[in-house]
């Protein structure tokens, strides 16, 4: 099975958001990534 653009999921890339201090532009991100099928990682 493929992910996003044809890649294997397992080889798409991955989003990490350390200690996101803007609100709007994390939940920006996160849309995008949604859309997009990305995994997003806040710590």
């Known amino acids: 099975m493929s992910g996003v ?3 294997n ?3 798409a890339p ?3 958001l350390v200690e996101p201090q ?3 532009n994390t939940g920006s991100i996160a849309r995008t990534c949604a859309a997009m099928g990305t995994e997003l990682h806040l710590v």
């Open 9 to 11: 999921p397992d080889d």
């Open 22 to 24: 803007i609100p709007p």
């Open 14 to 16: 991955k989003v990490v």
């Open 5 to 7: 653009g044809g890649l």
